[in-house]
């Protein structure tokens, strides 16, 4: 919304000072909503003094438009830093950077949250768009929150901001944020822990399109930061996703108590990283950036050579917590039942409430044909005891969609369940007991328990022991493997599979297994695709079953389910065109299904549609 100039503020005497100024784009300055945002960003800034936020020195018009001069932070922004940071052959951010980073954006939150007018009464201030874009870190190790554009505020002269309103990077919404409710400083707490869960681990909790990300993020189903980075310690693995806690109420109560937990790490891990530290880190990283401005600013040896073993990953590993030498065999993880029972394996196959059928006119088929709703089932099958298969998620049957004003029901003719063959997964065969050389023996008992789970089909044994050989060894692939083969088999394991066996291939891209792998995770991220645009369907959001239906498409392209729904999706929204497209896909895979039949005659109408049309 707006473009900045790097410029001077010229005093008395030839005293001179740098600063940014910024002001609103031509094309939004007659936007009174824009404008409006501009000036909240200029009265709220202008209250703000403190060392971790750029300062705002000047607010005016000329001309009609509207300026800020701010202070200018000579440095980069942190989504630059981490860009250069990986082009150095950082493929993450060290540990001490990010620690002392994310600790000091907390300390300049904090302030503004607890900031008050000149009667004593709290400003209220929110920033809600922290994001790397929005922290600077200057060549001198100085950290800076800037643009306050969308922060909350009760104003001074009384007035508020909108309550309700979404604005801000959706990636980076609190669960509060992302459904429009009011906020508090604890949705800043949230946006800071996924900054740091960025830096930690390389991506962000959850990633992809707003109607896909805004629901996971929300619900909390993103893997813990140790699923994605086995070196980083357990205690700062519970801070992040204590900083991540849904419920507000289960979140750190401030950004100064985040902040407190951050320094106490850095301090444990390394108590002599500071500011200059940083301030080395971004001299070396922009070196050339420097030089060719003409600007050659020093760097002890000592510093390079740790960023050599940063960069090699030979530095020292983390330990804040190292374990004992004979520790007690700890208990089961809560969230995983163990289960010593052999767990049934022979459950029916996967259910999906469809949408079948397209509206014509009603010269062609009278009243027109009606949406129809079938449910798909399979047969139950058994599975050999030496082998077994990743079942899709059974979604419920749906109720009747409606079309226009009026409620179809289906045929009695289709009211018997349907079945519609399913794609059969690859198949995932026993671990191999294969110990690593450096393996531990809590990991090692933990893991041979595991595999023995596992050949007697006790999948939640299997997933606990798996769980627990990560916990004591959690660089070992053979355990993400172990783990990953116990939820795929599993009735609701389909996520917790897929990002086990994604940091599965990260760790060993030559296994064995790998390309075995590769499938399986295909299959589940299709199942998982199909699973939620079922559920979107039934809730009437056919723009979003499309999409899930053709991301399920995309992984399993020979799946007649997949182009079942992207059909019935496609004639919700009117397609008819992209209906047929995936309706004669269907026939083609399915030619002995019992609709058949009505989606051949449902073609058949599209065509004598097509046919009228001028």
Not at 138 to 160: L, M, T
Request: charge should be neutral; glycine fraction near 6%.
């Amino acid at each position: 919304m707006a473009e900045t100039y790097r410029s001077r503020l010229l005093g008395a005497a030839g005293v001179t000072k740098p600063v940014l100024i910024k002001k609103v784009l031509p094309e939004h300055a007659s936007n009174p909503d824009f404008t409006a945002m501009f000036i909240r960003e200029a009265r709220i800034s202008a209250t703000l003094s403190h060392g971790n936020i750029a300062q705002v020195y000047d607010f005016g018009c000329i001309d009609g438009e509207y300026f800020l001069a701010m202070e200018y932070v000579d440095g980069q922004p942190l989504n630059r830093v981490l860009k250069r940071a990986l082009h150095a052959g950082l493929s993450l951010l060290p540990l001490p950077v990010a620690l002392f980073v994310c600790s000091e954006i907390c300390h300049g939150l904090h302030y503004a949250h607890a900031r008050v007018d000149e009667q004593g009464q709290p400003l209220e201030i929110v920033h809600r768009d922290i994001s790397p874009d929005n922290v600077l870190i200057s060549y001198e190790g100085q950290v800076k929150i800037v643009d306050f554009g969308i922060a909350k505020a009760r104003e001074p002269h009384g007035s508020a901001t909108e309550p309700g309103v979404v604005k801000g990077k959706f990636l980076f919404f609190s669960p509060e944020q992302a459904r429009g409710q009011q906020v508090d400083a604890r949705t800043d707490v949230w946006s800071t822990g996924v900054v740091l869960y960025r830096l930690l681990c390389g991506r962000l909790p959850v990633e992809g399109p707003q109607y896909a990300a805004l629901p996971r993020l929300a619900r909390g189903e993103f893997p813990r930061p140790r699923v994605l980075n086995p070196e980083l310690p357990m205690e700062l693995d519970a801070v992040v996703m204590k900083a991540l806690a849904v419920k507000r109420e289960a979140r750190y109560e401030s950004c100064l108590a985040l902040g407190d937990a951050l320094v106490a790490l850095l301090s444990k891990l390394t108590p002599r990283f500071s500011a200059i530290s940083l301030s080395y880190f971004m001299r070396e990283l922009f070196r050339e950036d420097l030089s060719a401005e003409g600007r050659q600013l020093k760097v002890p040896p000592a510093f390079q050579e740790q960023l050599t073993q940063w960069r090699e990953g030979t530095a020292a590993p983390p330990e804040l917590s190292p374990e004992p030498p004979t520790p007690p065999e700890p208990p089961a993880p809560p969230e995983i039942q163990t289960d010593t029972e052999h767990e049934r394996v022979n459950r029916p196959a996967s259910r999906l409430g469809l949408l079948l059928g397209v509206g014509v006119g009603s010269a062609v088929l009278g009243a027109g044909l009606a949406f129809l709703l079938v449910t798909l089932q399979g047969p139950a099958s058994e599975v050999p005891p030496e082998t077994s298969q990743v079942e899709p998620m059974a979604p419920r049957a749906a109720e009747p969609i409606s079309h226009g004003h009026e409620r179809a029901s289906p045929p009695a003719s289709l009211s018997p369940a349907l079945e519609l063959p399913a794609p059969v997964p690859p198949a995932v065969p026993a671990p191999r007991a294969v110990p690593e050389a450096r393996r531990a023996p809590l990991a090692e008992a933990a893991y041979a328990r595991a595999t023995k789970a596992l050949m007697r089909k006790s999948l939640r044994e299997a997933a606990s022991q798996g769980e627990l050989c990560l916990l004591h060894a959690p660089q070992d692939a053979e355990c993400f493997l172990l783990a990953g083969d116990a939820y795929a088999q599993q009735k609701k394991g389909e996520q917790k599979a897929v990002d086990r066996y994604t940091a599965f291939l990260r760790l060993a891209l030559a296994h064995p297994r790998t390309a075995e792998i590769r499938l399986t995770l295909r299959h589940l991220e299709a199942s998982l695709a199909l699973q939620e645009g079922s559920r979107l369907f039934r809730e009437k959001h056919f723009e979003e079953a499309l999409v899930r239906a053709t991301r399920c498409i995309a992984r399993e392209p020979a799946n007649a389910a997949c182009h079942l729904l992207a059909g019935g999706a496609a004639a919700a929204l009117n397609q008819p065109a992209t209906a047929a497209e995936h309706y004669r896909r269907f026939v083609e895979m399915a030619p002995d299904h019992k609709l058949v039949h009505k989606i051949r005659a449902t073609l058949a109408a599209y065509e004598q549609q097509q046919a009228r049309a001028p």
